[in-house]
């Protein structure tokens, strides 16, 4: 399996597409969080919570 990307451009730069999935949207919402939390305090700072070894 390969995968090949050509002429790719920075993501602000293209119309985003709209979607009727309002669990979708939760779900980029909360990526778009975890991604700001963890560039402000360091990768892995947050994640989904099956990532992560249980206490004990």
């Given at each position: 399996m390969a995968i090949?990307?050509?002429?790719?451009?920075?993501a602000?730069?293209?119309?985003?597409?709209l979607?009727?999935?309002?669990?979708?949207?939760?779900?980029?919402?909360a990526?778009?969080?975890v991604?700001?939390?963890?560039r402000?305090?360091?990768?892995?700072?947050?994640g989904?919570?099956?990532?992560?070894?249980h206490a004990?």
């Amino acid at each position: 399996m390969a995968i090949r990307g050509e002429q790719l451009v920075a993501a602000e730069t293209v119309a985003e597409q709209l979607s009727l999935d309002a669990m979708r949207e939760d779900r980029l919402r909360a990526e778009r969080a975890v991604d700001a939390l963890n560039r402000r305090f360091g990768p892995g700072t947050v994640g989904p919570a099956a990532s992560h070894r249980h206490a004990g």
